[in-house]
């Protein structure tokens, strides 16, 4: 599909200096930019590339003087990387935007769904499963049982959603995703065995949650996992049944949360986190990457290393780790003197 400058300015509320009826079908980076392209100088480390590239139309500050001629036709608006950010979000709604059944695909006749859906080729639906409107299930997607999502929500190719879940509105649940698979519970025998602990519970996925490629969030054992609203999840991230993860709190790649552990509001926890089970973190907690946590954390603390303490603790400490072999050797020499004197 492609757009004229003067139809991009319009989205933006933005005003085109040069040709307003330029095309562009495409987005690119501006150092690499091409016929066709659209893109935008924000850092002005980059600005040597508005004079080179080759792109069509680039998004530009206000602020924005030249001080060389300039091929490229501009439109301006009051923040650059703002108004991209929206243009990206409006080229991923057109990109997204399919409609109808595709066949062979299998929807159960208990199972209802509201207008302008999308469900792709092998996708199946099972029984008793209400899907709102504009929701979009591409191919090879299977959900389970008495499952609810709500209206706008994209569940992607091998996405599997199993029975009970409960997904809210404007969601993403992104390639190979497992909701609702059996929680890790067992209960050692007499025989030194373990016997499985049914897990009767469901998911609860809130309104506005992003969930990354193959990241797993466990059933309950009873009651619900629960994740609120506005959560970010990273790709390939383990979380436990019957964890809670507070609103609008983002969590990166690789990082695992044990059973029963409550993650307060607005937190930012870094890739490979470990944490425990049956703890609470507070809200505005930051924990740095790799860290491991196994205690209650108060609100507002920023945490780093394994066991994880105070971030100010740990980098005073690190200095001091990192010269250890000569303080070591420093007090080998003291003693070696205190012997002789």
Same mark, same amino acid.
């Given at each position: ?9 319009? /989205? ?6 040069? +040709? ?10 501006? $150092?690499?930019?091409?016929? &066709? ?7 002005? %480390? ?15 500050? %206000?602020?924005?003087?030249? $001080? ?23 080229? =991923?709604?057109?990109?997204? =935007? ?37 929701? %979009? ?10 499952? !609810?999502?709500?209206? =706008? ?7 599997? /959603? ?11 649940? +992104? ?36 969930? &990354? ?36 709190? !983002? ?11 409550? /993650?307060?509001? =607005? ?5 490979? !986190? ?10 505005? !907690? ?29 980098? %005073? ?8 072999? +000569? ?15």
């Amino acid at each position: 599909m492609k757009f004229t400058a003067q139809q991009i300015a319009e /989205i933006l509320e933005g005003d085109v200096v040069g +040709n307003p009826n330029v095309e562009v079908s495409k987005l690119s980076k501006i $150092e690499e930019g091409f016929e &066709g392209a659209l893109t935008f100088l924000a850092n002005p %480390k980059y600005t040597p590339h508005i004079y080179s590239t080759k792109a069509s139309i680039a998004i530009v500050n %206000k602020t924005f003087k030249p $001080e060389h001629d300039i091929q490229t036709t501009l439109i301006k608006v009051d923040d650059a990387y703002l108004a991209f950010s929206k243009i990206l979000e409006f080229y =991923n709604s057109v990109k997204l =935007n399919k409609l109808g059944i595709e066949n062979p695909s299998y929807i159960s006749e208990s199972s209802s769904y509201g207008e302008n859906i999308y469900i792709g080729a092998f996708s199946y639906i099972s029984d008793n499963v209400v899907l709102g409107d504009n929701v %979009k299930i591409f191919p090879n997607v299977y959900i389970g049982d008495n499952v !609810v999502i709500g209206d =706008n929500t994209i569940v992607f190719s091998g996405a599997k /959603i199993y029975a009970e879940c409960i997904i809210g509105k404007n969601c993403i649940v +992104n390639s190979g995703c497992i909701i609702g698979a059996d929680g890790f519970g067992y209960a050692p025998n007499e025989e030194g065995g373990y016997n499985k602990v049914p897990q009767t519970g469901n998911v609860i996925i809130e309104d506005f949650v992003d969930i &990354g490629a193959a990241t797993t969030i466990d059933r309950a054992t009873l009651g619900s996992t629960i994740i609120r609203k506005g959560v970010k999840l990273d790709n390939q991230i383990q979380i436990a049944h019957n964890v809670e993860i507070g609103e609008n709190t !983002v969590i990166a790649a690789q990082t695992g949360v044990a059973g029963s552990t409550k /993650i307060g509001k =607005n937190c930012q926890i870094g890739g490979q !986190v470990g944490i425990a089970g049956h703890i609470t973190i507070g809200n505005n !907690v930051r924990v740095q990457a790799q860290s491991g946590i196994g205690r209650n954390v108060q609100d507002n603390e920023t945490l780093q290393g394994s066991p994880a303490i105070k971030l100010n603790d740990y980098n %005073k400490a690190y200095v001091h780790f990192k010269n250890l072999p +000569n303080i070591v050797k420093n007090i080998n020499d003291l003693q070696k003197i205190n012997g002789n004197s």
